[in-house]
């Protein structure tokens, strides 16, 4: 038997056209004939090796694909994935990870692999959701993500013609910083999310400051009597104070010669709260002195009721 040399260049994808392809087909299948004068060992080889020539392997099974959004816009990615028979140990890790950091970007930044196996890989992704202060709190908008890059990028590879690989994963799953999530199954695209954190001081100032201002009007006995709302002086009663927020409010009233009244007003959004209060007379000097003088008569009239008791009887 003549030996014969096939040199083929099967490393590279210049050499590796589609003529040449055919070429080395034809010429292994053609020693099939002769594989009895072959140990077993050499057949078993050659069959291997037309069986990758004729058909690319599916090598490669995306699982899951769970992206975590930090409150900075950065995300974490969890990429599980299924490495499928005998390519299992035939793919260079180093190979894999350049697809899913080509998959993956999102940004002008490449994505940072923290860990990485045959299994799954972790990756911080830069700048994964762009974030914005609104009124509510804060808004994420999160960059789209096409997992066909990945395998372009693949067949663009020097093994394209004997793997192939789907990375779209089974399930896709982006979760917020309030843990608001959104699920996608069996996507080849990730589009943009649109989603608002909200901050619950933020969301209650928005509403508070957005509602319609309301007015107390205060009538008081006596009249003239200086009204104060929340420590401020506003001016005399009767009046109508407006342009208040809605909510309580601390109502104080002095007048002279009355007690200070201090009272809690609730204001309702775009209306007047009447209020009508008679202030209590406070006690004078005066009226404290003028108390001796009334008992001292009172004790007069009873002394001279108990000398004409006696004068009688006798």
Do not use: W
């Amino acid at each position: 038997m003549r030996h014969c040399t096939l040199r083929h260049n099967f490393c590279t994808r210049e050499g590796f056209n589609i003529e040449h392809h055919n070429r080395y087909v034809i010429a292994l299948i053609a020693m099939i004939p002769h594989a009895r004068i072959l140990c077993p060992a050499v057949l078993c080889c050659v069959l291997c090796i037309v069986l990758f020539a004729v058909a690319p392997a599916e090598a490669f099974t995306a699982d899951s694909l769970n992206i975590t959004v930090s409150s900075n816009g950065d995300a974490i990615a969890d990429f599980q994935y299924t490495l499928n028979g005998v390519i299992e140990n035939a793919i260079p890790l180093s190979v894999l990870q350049d697809q899913l950091v080509q998959g993956l970007a999102t940004s002008s930044t490449p994505p940072q692999v923290l860990s990485f196996s045959k299994s799954e890989a972790t990756l911080l992704l830069k700048s994964f959701a762009v974030t914005n202060t609104v009124p509510t709190g804060t808004e994420y908008q999160t960059a789209p993500m096409n997992f066909s890059n990945a395998q372009a990028a693949l067949q663009n590879s020097a093994v394209s013609s004997v793997i192939s690989a789907d990375f779209s994963p089974k399930i896709t799953t982006v979760t917020f910083p309030d843990g608001y999530s959104r699920q996608f199954l069996a996507s080849s695209v990730l589009p943009s999310i649109d989603h608002i954190v909200i901050n619950p001081a933020q969301a209650g100032a928005a509403s508070t400051s957005s509602a319609t201002p309301g007015s107390i009007q205060v009538n008081t006995s006596p009249e003239h009597t200086q009204v104060f709302i929340d420590s401020s002086y506003v001016g005399e009663s009767p009046g109508v104070f407006s342009g208040l927020t809605p909510g309580d409010h601390q109502l104080m009233l002095e007048a002279d010669g009355f007690l200070t009244l201090s009272k809690n007003v609730t204001v309702t959004s775009g209306q007047t709260t009447l209020f009508v209060e008679n202030l209590e007379y406070a006690t004078t000097p005066a009226q404290q002195s003028s108390a001796p003088g009334v008992v001292f008569v009172i004790a007069v009239l009873a002394v001279f009721m108990f000398s004409i008791v006696i004068l009688r009887r006798r």
